[in-house]
Protein backbone atom coordinates (compact mmCIF):
# COMPACT_ATOMS: atom_id res chain seq x y z
CA UNK A 1 0.00 0.00 0.00
CA UNK A 2 1.23 3.40 -1.03
CA UNK A 3 1.57 5.76 2.11
CA UNK A 4 2.73 9.59 1.84
CA UNK A 5 5.90 10.79 3.81
CA UNK A 6 3.49 12.24 6.41
CA UNK A 7 1.21 8.68 6.88
CA UNK A 8 4.46 6.85 6.87
CA UNK A 9 5.74 9.06 9.43
CA UNK A 10 2.45 8.42 12.03
CA UNK A 11 2.47 4.84 11.13
CA UNK A 12 6.54 4.65 12.57
CA UNK A 13 4.96 6.21 15.81
CA UNK A 14 6.68 10.02 15.45
CA UNK A 15 2.95 11.16 16.64
CA UNK A 16 2.49 8.64 19.28
CA UNK A 17 1.01 5.32 20.31
CA UNK A 18 -2.89 6.23 19.77
CA UNK A 19 -2.02 7.31 16.34
CA UNK A 20 0.24 4.76 15.34
CA UNK A 21 -2.26 1.98 16.37
CA UNK A 22 -5.12 3.58 14.73
CA UNK A 23 -3.01 4.23 11.05
CA UNK A 24 -2.05 0.66 11.34
CA UNK A 25 -5.40 -0.53 11.83
CA UNK A 26 -6.41 1.32 8.46
CA UNK A 27 -3.47 -0.34 6.67
CA UNK A 28 -3.60 -3.10 7.81
CA UNK A 29 -7.34 -3.46 6.55
CA UNK A 30 -6.42 -1.42 3.29
CA UNK A 31 -4.02 -4.51 2.78
CA UNK A 32 -6.70 -7.16 3.51
CA UNK A 33 -8.69 -5.61 0.76
CA UNK A 34 -6.54 -4.80 -1.74
CA UNK A 35 -6.41 -0.92 -1.49
CA UNK A 36 -3.51 1.02 -2.69
CA UNK A 37 -4.07 4.05 -0.80
CA UNK A 38 -5.90 5.90 2.10
CA UNK A 39 -8.31 8.61 1.44
CA UNK A 40 -9.39 11.59 3.36
CA UNK A 41 -12.93 11.23 4.58
CA UNK A 42 -15.48 13.86 5.25
CA UNK A 43 -17.00 12.49 8.18
CA UNK A 44 -16.88 9.28 10.47
CA UNK A 45 -19.81 7.55 12.33
CA UNK A 46 -18.85 5.44 15.06
CA UNK A 47 -21.06 2.55 16.47
CA UNK A 48 -20.55 0.27 19.89
CA UNK A 49 -21.73 3.06 21.87
CA UNK A 50 -24.58 0.67 23.83
CA UNK A 51 -22.97 -0.97 27.29
CA UNK A 52 -25.12 -3.51 26.87
CA UNK A 53 -23.53 -4.65 23.32
CA UNK A 54 -20.34 -3.83 24.28
CA UNK A 55 -19.76 -4.88 27.82
CA UNK A 56 -16.40 -3.61 29.37
CA UNK A 57 -14.08 -4.85 27.31
CA UNK A 58 -14.03 -1.84 24.92
CA UNK A 59 -13.68 0.75 27.92
CA UNK A 60 -10.12 0.14 28.75
CA UNK A 61 -9.09 0.73 24.93
CA UNK A 62 -11.00 3.92 24.56
CA UNK A 63 -10.07 5.01 27.78
CA UNK A 64 -6.21 4.14 26.79
CA UNK A 65 -6.58 5.93 23.20
CA UNK A 66 -7.83 9.47 24.82
CA UNK A 67 -5.40 9.27 27.58
CA UNK A 68 -2.64 8.97 24.41
CA UNK A 69 -4.38 12.04 23.32
CA UNK A 70 -6.38 10.24 20.66
CA UNK A 71 -8.29 13.48 19.15
CA UNK A 72 -10.71 12.58 15.85
CA UNK A 73 -9.62 15.03 12.86
CA UNK A 74 -13.00 14.92 11.24
CA UNK A 75 -16.45 15.40 12.12
CA UNK A 76 -17.37 12.22 14.43
CA UNK A 77 -21.39 11.14 15.07
CA UNK A 78 -21.91 8.10 17.27
CA UNK A 79 -24.48 5.34 17.69
CA UNK A 80 -27.37 5.62 20.30
CA UNK A 81 -26.50 4.46 24.08
CA UNK A 82 -28.53 2.00 26.21
CA UNK A 83 -30.56 4.25 28.26
CA UNK A 84 -30.93 7.61 28.31
CA UNK A 85 -31.05 10.18 31.54
CA UNK A 86 -34.67 11.05 31.61
CA UNK A 87 -37.06 7.83 31.32
CA UNK A 88 -35.14 4.47 31.38
CA UNK A 89 -32.29 5.80 33.49
CA UNK A 90 -34.78 6.15 36.07
CA UNK A 91 -35.84 2.26 36.19
CA UNK A 92 -32.60 0.61 35.58
CA UNK A 93 -29.87 0.22 38.47
CA UNK A 94 -26.85 2.50 38.79
CA UNK A 95 -24.30 -0.65 37.86
CA UNK A 96 -26.01 -0.49 34.17
CA UNK A 97 -25.74 3.44 34.00
CA UNK A 98 -22.11 4.29 35.35
CA UNK A 99 -20.25 2.14 32.55
CA UNK A 100 -22.93 3.94 30.17
CA UNK A 101 -21.79 7.13 31.22
CA UNK A 102 -17.67 6.11 31.18
CA UNK A 103 -18.13 4.84 27.73
CA UNK A 104 -19.30 8.22 26.44
CA UNK A 105 -16.85 10.35 28.53
CA UNK A 106 -14.21 8.37 26.56
CA UNK A 107 -15.61 9.62 23.45
CA UNK A 108 -15.84 13.00 24.31
CA UNK A 109 -12.46 12.97 25.49
CA UNK A 110 -11.69 12.42 22.12
CA UNK A 111 -13.88 14.87 20.25
CA UNK A 112 -16.87 12.67 18.88
CA UNK A 113 -20.20 15.00 19.19
CA UNK A 114 -22.60 12.97 21.30
CA UNK A 115 -25.28 12.90 18.70
CA UNK A 116 -26.30 8.70 19.98
CA UNK A 117 -27.67 8.34 16.80
CA UNK A 118 -28.57 6.15 13.78
CA UNK A 119 -29.61 8.88 11.36
CA UNK A 120 -26.32 10.86 11.57
CA UNK A 121 -27.47 12.32 8.18
CA UNK A 122 -30.25 14.31 9.21
CA UNK A 123 -27.76 16.10 11.46
CA UNK A 124 -25.87 17.06 8.67
CA UNK A 125 -26.78 15.49 4.79
CA UNK A 126 -23.47 14.67 3.43
CA UNK A 127 -22.53 15.91 0.22
CA UNK A 128 -23.28 14.05 -3.12
CA UNK A 129 -19.93 12.11 -3.99
CA UNK A 130 -17.96 12.55 -0.81
CA UNK A 131 -16.46 9.80 1.31
CA UNK A 132 -17.30 8.64 4.55
CA UNK A 133 -16.42 6.47 7.29
CA UNK A 134 -19.48 5.00 8.74
CA UNK A 135 -19.78 2.11 10.92
CA UNK A 136 -23.95 1.69 11.17
CA UNK A 137 -25.20 -0.21 8.28
CA UNK A 138 -28.37 0.99 7.81
CA UNK A 139 -26.61 4.47 7.67
CA UNK A 140 -24.92 3.17 5.69
CA UNK A 141 -27.10 1.94 2.85
CA UNK A 142 -28.98 5.24 3.10
CA UNK A 143 -26.06 7.28 2.47
CA UNK A 144 -24.64 5.28 -0.77
CA UNK A 145 -28.15 4.63 -1.82
CA UNK A 146 -30.29 7.69 -1.11
CA UNK A 147 -27.64 10.23 -0.81
CA UNK A 148 -25.07 9.03 -2.87
CA UNK A 149 -22.54 9.70 -0.77
CA UNK A 150 -19.47 6.86 -0.14
CA UNK A 151 -19.18 4.79 2.97
CA UNK A 152 -18.25 1.06 3.06
CA UNK A 153 -19.99 -0.40 6.19
CA UNK A 154 -17.30 -0.16 9.16
CA UNK A 155 -16.96 -1.63 12.31
CA UNK A 156 -16.64 0.41 15.50
CA UNK A 157 -13.52 0.01 15.52
CA UNK A 158 -12.29 1.08 11.93
CA UNK A 159 -14.97 3.69 12.13
CA UNK A 160 -13.08 5.40 15.16
CA UNK A 161 -9.42 4.80 13.73
CA UNK A 162 -10.32 6.43 10.53
CA UNK A 163 -12.19 9.35 12.65
CA UNK A 164 -8.48 9.83 14.52
CA UNK A 165 -6.94 9.59 11.20
CA UNK A 166 -9.59 11.32 9.18
CA UNK A 167 -8.64 9.03 6.28
CA UNK A 168 -9.69 5.64 5.40
CA UNK A 169 -8.42 2.62 3.07
CA UNK A 170 -9.54 3.41 -0.84
CA UNK A 171 -11.64 0.09 -1.10
CA UNK A 172 -14.63 -1.75 -1.62
CA UNK A 173 -17.50 1.14 -2.60
CA UNK A 174 -14.90 4.12 -2.29
CA UNK A 175 -14.04 2.94 -5.63
CA UNK A 176 -16.92 3.71 -8.87
CA UNK A 177 -16.29 -0.03 -10.58
CA UNK A 178 -17.57 -1.53 -7.18
CA UNK A 179 -20.80 0.68 -7.12
CA UNK A 180 -22.26 -0.98 -9.99
CA UNK A 181 -25.52 -3.27 -9.67
CA UNK A 182 -25.12 -7.19 -10.38
CA UNK A 183 -28.76 -8.42 -9.59
CA UNK A 184 -31.77 -7.07 -10.72
CA UNK A 185 -34.93 -7.30 -8.42
CA UNK A 186 -38.19 -7.08 -10.24
CA UNK A 187 -41.07 -6.02 -7.38
CA UNK A 188 -44.31 -7.74 -8.78
CA UNK A 189 -46.30 -6.39 -6.08
CA UNK A 190 -47.03 -2.72 -5.30
CA UNK A 191 -45.54 -2.27 -1.48
CA UNK A 192 -48.16 -0.12 0.57
CA UNK A 193 -46.35 0.61 3.31
CA UNK A 194 -43.23 1.15 5.30
CA UNK A 195 -43.27 -2.41 6.62
CA UNK A 196 -43.95 -3.86 3.49
CA UNK A 197 -40.71 -2.44 2.30
CA UNK A 198 -38.68 -3.62 5.22
CA UNK A 199 -39.94 -6.99 4.76
CA UNK A 200 -38.57 -6.57 0.99
CA UNK A 201 -35.12 -5.19 2.88
CA UNK A 202 -34.95 -8.75 4.75
CA UNK A 203 -36.31 -10.82 1.89
CA UNK A 204 -33.50 -8.99 -0.12
CA UNK A 205 -30.62 -9.12 2.81
CA UNK A 206 -30.92 -12.94 2.83
CA UNK A 207 -31.15 -13.60 -1.32
CA UNK A 208 -28.46 -11.00 -2.39
CA UNK A 209 -25.90 -11.23 0.10
CA UNK A 210 -23.56 -8.85 -0.63
CA UNK A 211 -23.98 -8.14 -4.08
CA UNK A 212 -26.23 -4.59 -5.10
CA UNK A 213 -29.57 -5.22 -6.23
CA UNK A 214 -30.78 -3.09 -8.85
CA UNK A 215 -34.48 -2.81 -7.85
CA UNK A 216 -37.18 -2.54 -10.42
CA UNK A 217 -40.78 -2.11 -9.33
CA UNK A 218 -40.05 -0.14 -6.01
CA UNK A 219 -43.38 2.86 -5.34
CA UNK A 220 -42.71 6.30 -5.61
CA UNK A 221 -42.47 7.16 -1.78
CA UNK A 222 -40.84 8.97 1.25
CA UNK A 223 -37.23 8.67 2.33
CA UNK A 224 -38.45 8.40 5.62
CA UNK A 225 -40.30 4.63 3.83
CA UNK A 226 -37.13 3.62 1.73
CA UNK A 227 -34.79 3.62 5.40
CA UNK A 228 -36.80 1.17 6.29
CA UNK A 229 -35.82 -0.77 3.33
CA UNK A 230 -32.05 0.65 3.75
CA UNK A 231 -32.07 -0.58 7.58
CA UNK A 232 -33.51 -4.44 6.80
CA UNK A 233 -31.13 -4.99 3.97
CA UNK A 234 -28.38 -4.09 6.10
CA UNK A 235 -29.55 -6.35 8.87
CA UNK A 236 -30.29 -9.86 7.02
CA UNK A 237 -27.39 -9.16 4.57
CA UNK A 238 -23.91 -7.39 3.87
CA UNK A 239 -25.35 -5.71 1.28
CA UNK A 240 -23.70 -1.93 1.20
CA UNK A 241 -26.32 0.14 -1.64
CA UNK A 242 -29.28 -0.56 -3.83
CA UNK A 243 -30.11 0.91 -6.84
CA UNK A 244 -33.33 2.12 -7.84
CA UNK A 245 -33.53 1.98 -11.70
CA UNK A 246 -32.04 -1.00 -13.80
CA UNK A 247 -31.21 0.71 -17.60
CA UNK A 248 -27.44 0.81 -16.06
CA UNK A 249 -27.65 -2.87 -15.99
CA UNK A 250 -26.12 -5.54 -17.91
CA UNK A 251 -26.86 -8.95 -17.98
CA UNK A 252 -27.06 -9.44 -14.55
CA UNK A 253 -28.48 -12.45 -12.18
CA UNK A 254 -32.28 -11.81 -11.83
CA UNK A 255 -34.83 -11.98 -9.30
CA UNK A 256 -38.41 -11.54 -8.93
CA UNK A 257 -40.27 -10.89 -5.50
CA UNK A 258 -44.29 -11.11 -5.46
CA UNK A 259 -46.87 -10.27 -2.66
CA UNK A 260 -46.89 -13.80 -1.42
CA UNK A 261 -43.21 -14.05 -0.25
CA UNK A 262 -43.40 -10.08 1.35
CA UNK A 263 -46.66 -11.28 3.33
CA UNK A 264 -44.19 -14.36 4.49
CA UNK A 265 -41.72 -12.64 5.22
CA UNK A 266 -43.82 -10.33 7.77
CA UNK A 267 -45.40 -13.58 9.37
CA UNK A 268 -42.49 -15.19 9.76
CA UNK A 269 -41.03 -12.10 11.96
CA UNK A 270 -44.26 -11.32 13.67
CA UNK A 271 -44.26 -14.18 16.28
CA UNK A 272 -45.90 -12.93 19.37
CA UNK A 273 -49.36 -14.46 19.55
CA UNK A 274 -51.03 -11.11 21.23
CA UNK A 275 -52.51 -8.20 19.78
CA UNK A 276 -51.50 -6.10 23.34
CA UNK A 277 -48.00 -6.05 23.37
CA UNK A 278 -46.14 -5.27 26.36
CA UNK A 279 -43.99 -2.31 24.46
CA UNK A 280 -44.89 -0.13 21.08
CA UNK A 281 -41.94 0.78 19.64
CA UNK A 282 -41.25 3.57 16.37
CA UNK A 283 -38.39 4.91 15.81
CA UNK A 284 -35.70 2.44 14.47
CA UNK A 285 -34.00 3.94 12.80
CA UNK A 286 -34.46 7.18 14.99
CA UNK A 287 -37.11 9.22 13.95
CA UNK A 288 -37.43 11.76 11.32
CA UNK A 289 -38.73 14.99 11.99
CA UNK A 290 -41.69 14.58 9.40
CA UNK A 291 -42.05 10.70 11.31
CA UNK A 292 -42.07 12.92 14.63
CA UNK A 293 -45.38 14.70 13.35
CA UNK A 294 -47.13 11.97 11.75
CA UNK A 295 -47.29 9.85 14.74
CA UNK A 296 -48.09 13.33 16.78
CA UNK A 297 -51.13 13.46 14.08
CA UNK A 298 -52.38 10.03 15.19
CA UNK A 299 -51.67 10.29 18.88
CA UNK A 300 -54.24 13.26 18.89
CA UNK A 301 -56.91 13.04 21.71
CA UNK A 302 -55.56 9.37 22.57
CA UNK A 303 -54.10 7.04 25.70
CA UNK A 304 -52.02 4.95 25.70
CA UNK A 305 -53.16 1.73 27.46
CA UNK A 306 -52.75 0.29 31.46
CA UNK A 307 -50.20 -2.45 30.52
CA UNK A 308 -48.37 -1.38 27.11
CA UNK A 309 -45.53 1.48 26.83
CA UNK A 310 -45.36 3.76 23.72
CA UNK A 311 -41.69 4.25 23.26
CA UNK A 312 -40.55 6.80 20.11
CA UNK A 313 -37.04 6.71 19.65
CA UNK A 314 -35.12 9.61 17.97
CA UNK A 315 -31.89 12.02 18.41
CA UNK A 316 -31.51 14.86 20.35
CA UNK A 317 -31.27 16.65 17.91
CA UNK A 318 -34.22 16.15 16.35
CA UNK A 319 -36.21 16.03 20.05
CA UNK A 320 -35.16 19.69 20.33
CA UNK A 321 -36.74 20.46 17.35
CA UNK A 322 -39.84 18.61 17.65
CA UNK A 323 -40.93 20.62 21.02
CA UNK A 324 -44.55 20.70 20.60
CA UNK A 325 -44.97 17.29 19.17
CA UNK A 326 -42.73 15.06 22.12
CA UNK A 327 -45.56 17.39 24.39
CA UNK A 328 -48.03 16.16 22.61
CA UNK A 329 -46.97 12.28 22.34
CA UNK A 330 -46.15 12.27 26.16
CA UNK A 331 -49.74 13.86 27.24
CA UNK A 332 -50.71 10.88 24.77
CA UNK A 333 -49.17 8.90 28.10
CA UNK A 334 -45.84 7.91 25.41
CA UNK A 335 -42.74 8.18 25.91
CA UNK A 336 -40.34 10.26 23.60
CA UNK A 337 -36.61 8.18 24.40
CA UNK A 338 -33.97 10.38 22.48
CA UNK A 339 -30.29 9.03 21.82
CA UNK A 340 -31.74 5.26 22.54
CA UNK A 341 -31.82 2.25 20.53
CA UNK A 342 -34.08 0.10 21.87
CA UNK A 343 -32.63 -3.08 20.18
CA UNK A 344 -29.62 -2.49 22.49
CA UNK A 345 -31.60 -1.02 25.23
CA UNK A 346 -32.13 -3.14 28.11
CA UNK A 347 -35.92 -3.84 27.35
CA UNK A 348 -35.68 -7.50 29.44
CA UNK A 349 -34.64 -6.62 32.57
CA UNK A 350 -38.27 -4.15 32.28
CA UNK A 351 -40.47 -7.23 31.93
CA UNK A 352 -40.53 -6.44 28.17
CA UNK A 353 -41.54 -9.58 26.35
CA UNK A 354 -43.75 -8.70 23.52
CA UNK A 355 -42.25 -6.08 21.09
CA UNK A 356 -44.87 -4.71 17.82
CA UNK A 357 -43.05 -2.52 16.03
CA UNK A 358 -43.14 -0.77 12.40
CA UNK A 359 -39.39 -1.47 12.09
CA UNK A 360 -38.41 -4.74 10.31
CA UNK A 361 -35.19 -4.37 11.39
CA UNK A 362 -35.77 -4.47 14.95
CA UNK A 363 -38.40 -7.26 14.43
CA UNK A 364 -35.57 -8.63 13.00
CA UNK A 365 -33.40 -8.88 15.70
CA UNK A 366 -35.82 -8.39 19.21
CA UNK A 367 -35.48 -12.27 19.80
CA UNK A 368 -31.87 -12.63 19.77
CA UNK A 369 -30.88 -8.98 20.96
CA UNK A 370 -34.09 -8.25 23.30
CA UNK A 371 -35.26 -11.44 24.36
CA UNK A 372 -38.26 -10.74 23.13
CA UNK A 373 -40.69 -12.17 20.39
CA UNK A 374 -42.41 -9.19 17.87
CA UNK A 375 -44.99 -8.16 16.10
CA UNK A 376 -44.50 -6.54 12.46
CA UNK A 377 -46.80 -4.13 11.34
CA UNK A 378 -47.76 -0.55 9.68
CA UNK A 379 -47.14 2.67 12.11
CA UNK A 380 -51.05 3.30 12.25
CA UNK A 381 -51.43 -0.65 13.36
CA UNK A 382 -48.72 -0.09 15.90
CA UNK A 383 -50.39 2.81 17.26
CA UNK A 384 -54.14 1.28 17.44
CA UNK A 385 -52.80 -1.60 19.42
CA UNK A 386 -50.72 0.94 21.65
CA UNK A 387 -54.37 3.14 22.78
CA UNK A 388 -57.16 2.42 24.72
CA UNK A 389 -60.22 1.39 22.84
CA UNK B 1 1.46 -8.68 11.57
CA UNK B 2 4.66 -8.08 13.49
CA UNK B 3 6.13 -9.52 16.80
CA UNK B 4 7.70 -13.60 16.70
CA UNK B 5 6.84 -16.41 19.68
CA UNK B 6 6.89 -19.99 20.07
CA UNK B 7 4.06 -21.86 21.98
CA UNK B 8 1.59 -24.83 22.15
CA UNK B 9 -0.84 -25.07 19.34
CA UNK B 10 -4.86 -25.23 19.92
CA UNK B 11 -6.34 -26.13 17.00
CA UNK B 12 -9.91 -25.28 15.61
CA UNK B 13 -11.81 -26.40 12.68
CA UNK B 14 -14.47 -23.79 13.67
CA UNK B 15 -14.71 -19.92 13.21
CA UNK B 16 -14.39 -18.02 16.30
CA UNK B 17 -16.09 -14.80 17.24
CA UNK B 18 -14.55 -13.34 20.21
CA UNK B 19 -18.09 -11.62 21.37
CA UNK B 20 -19.55 -14.25 23.41
CA UNK B 21 -17.81 -16.96 21.94
CA UNK B 22 -14.85 -16.12 24.28
CA UNK B 23 -14.92 -15.50 27.99
CA UNK B 24 -12.94 -12.38 28.77
CA UNK B 25 -12.91 -12.92 32.79
CA UNK B 26 -10.42 -16.39 31.80
CA UNK B 27 -10.09 -16.44 28.55
CA UNK B 28 -11.83 -19.65 27.82
CA UNK B 29 -13.81 -20.66 24.77
CA UNK B 30 -17.40 -20.89 26.10
CA UNK B 31 -19.39 -21.12 22.30
CA UNK B 32 -21.58 -24.21 22.93
CA UNK B 33 -21.41 -26.44 20.63
CA UNK B 34 -17.67 -25.23 19.52
CA UNK B 35 -14.96 -27.60 18.94
CA UNK B 36 -12.51 -25.87 21.54
CA UNK B 37 -15.82 -24.79 24.09
CA UNK B 38 -14.06 -24.90 27.50
CA UNK B 39 -10.45 -24.48 25.98
CA UNK B 40 -8.40 -21.97 27.24
CA UNK B 41 -6.72 -19.42 24.43
CA UNK B 42 -4.19 -17.70 26.93
CA UNK B 43 -0.35 -18.05 25.80
CA UNK B 44 -1.75 -20.72 22.96
CA UNK B 45 -0.72 -20.50 19.57
CA UNK B 46 -4.40 -19.84 18.61
CA UNK B 47 -5.21 -21.86 15.02
CA UNK B 48 -8.58 -20.94 13.57
CA UNK B 49 -9.94 -20.43 9.89
CA UNK B 50 -11.08 -16.85 10.38
CA UNK B 51 -13.25 -14.68 13.02
CA UNK B 52 -17.22 -13.57 12.76
CA UNK B 53 -19.44 -11.54 14.31
CA UNK B 54 -19.68 -8.15 15.85
CA UNK B 55 -16.75 -5.64 15.53
CA UNK B 56 -16.77 -5.37 19.46
CA UNK B 57 -14.93 -8.66 19.28
CA UNK B 58 -11.70 -6.71 18.48
CA UNK B 59 -11.86 -5.01 21.93
CA UNK B 60 -12.75 -8.02 23.65
CA UNK B 61 -9.43 -9.06 22.31
CA UNK B 62 -7.64 -5.96 23.76
CA UNK B 63 -9.40 -6.90 27.00
CA UNK B 64 -7.99 -10.39 27.38
CA UNK B 65 -4.55 -8.71 26.22
CA UNK B 66 -4.24 -6.50 29.34
CA UNK B 67 -5.67 -9.53 31.44
CA UNK B 68 -2.99 -11.83 30.71
CA UNK B 69 -4.97 -14.33 28.87
CA UNK B 70 -4.71 -13.25 25.31
CA UNK B 71 -3.24 -16.13 22.66
CA UNK B 72 0.69 -15.69 22.06
CA UNK B 73 -0.25 -15.66 18.45
CA UNK B 74 -3.07 -16.11 16.18
CA UNK B 75 -2.89 -18.08 12.29
CA UNK B 76 -5.90 -17.71 10.59
CA UNK B 77 -6.84 -19.89 7.09
CA UNK B 78 -8.08 -15.97 5.65
CA UNK B 79 -8.05 -12.88 7.68
CA UNK B 80 -10.97 -11.13 8.33
CA UNK B 81 -11.37 -7.02 9.82
CA UNK B 82 -12.26 -8.35 13.69
CA UNK B 83 -9.35 -10.49 14.16
CA UNK B 84 -7.31 -8.33 12.17
CA UNK B 85 -8.41 -4.72 13.97
CA UNK B 86 -8.43 -6.98 17.41
CA UNK B 87 -4.18 -8.74 16.63
CA UNK B 88 -3.07 -4.70 15.88
CA UNK B 89 -4.67 -3.30 18.92
CA UNK B 90 -3.78 -6.36 21.35
CA UNK B 91 -0.11 -6.51 19.78
CA UNK B 92 -1.04 -10.18 18.86
CA UNK B 93 1.66 -11.40 15.92
CA UNK B 94 -1.16 -12.85 13.61
CA UNK B 95 -1.06 -14.67 10.14
CA UNK B 96 -2.72 -15.46 7.36
CA UNK B 97 -2.91 -17.11 4.38
CA UNK B 98 -1.93 -20.55 5.62
CA UNK B 99 -3.47 -24.23 5.24
CA UNK B 100 -4.17 -24.64 8.94
CA UNK B 101 -4.74 -28.64 8.51
CA UNK B 102 -1.15 -28.90 8.86
CA UNK B 103 -0.76 -27.71 12.55
CA UNK B 104 -2.31 -29.81 15.30
CA UNK B 105 -3.26 -29.63 18.88
CA UNK B 106 -0.42 -29.93 20.62
CA UNK B 107 2.70 -29.14 18.50
CA UNK B 108 4.64 -27.00 19.31
CA UNK B 109 5.19 -24.09 16.57
CA UNK B 110 7.36 -20.50 15.96
CA UNK B 111 5.66 -17.63 14.54
CA UNK B 112 7.72 -14.90 12.95
CA UNK B 113 5.09 -12.66 12.18
CA UNK B 114 7.64 -10.22 10.69
CA UNK B 115 8.81 -12.90 8.28
CA UNK B 116 5.05 -14.44 7.87
CA UNK B 117 6.73 -18.18 8.44
CA UNK B 118 5.29 -21.25 10.45
CA UNK B 119 7.62 -23.47 12.02
CA UNK B 120 6.38 -26.63 13.33
CA UNK B 121 9.14 -27.50 15.91
CA UNK B 122 8.04 -30.21 17.62
CA UNK B 123 4.72 -32.68 17.08
CA UNK B 124 2.38 -33.36 19.86
CA UNK B 125 3.44 -36.99 20.60
CA UNK B 126 1.07 -39.52 19.02
CA UNK B 127 -0.53 -41.25 22.46
CA UNK B 128 -3.26 -43.44 20.53
CA UNK B 129 -4.32 -44.40 17.33
CA UNK B 130 -6.65 -41.62 16.05
CA UNK B 131 -9.28 -42.55 13.52
Redesign the interface.
Known sequence: MYLTREEESIYDGSSGWANQ?CI??LV??GE?FNAEKLIPIDSAHV??VSYK??????I??LRALADADARVKVRTTLNPQSLDSHYLGKKLPKHLQEPQLDILKQFKRMGLTQSLTCTPYYLQRPKRGSHHAW?ESSAVVYANSLLSAWTNRE????AL?AAIIGKTPDYGIHKTENRQPNVTVKIETKLKNETELGALGILLGKTVGDKIPAIKGLPTTSKDRLKQLCAAIAASGMANMFHFDCSRTKETEKLSVDSHQIKQTIEELSTAATNQPDLVFLGCPHCSLNEMKRITQLTEGKKVRAGTELWVCTSCHIRQMAGDYVKKIERAGGHVLDGVCTVVSWTEKLGIETIMTNSAKTAYYAPTLNKAEPLLAPLQDCLKAAFQG | ?DGTCTAEALVSAKPISF?GGVD?ADGRVIEKNHDLCGACIKDKVLVFPHGHG???G???M??LA?KGLAPAAIINQT?D??V??GA??ADIPMIDQLDIRRIKTGDTVEVDGFKGVVRILKRKENLGTCT
Open positions: TRIRLLSGTLGDAPEFAGGPSA | MLPSTVSYVYSKAPVVVII
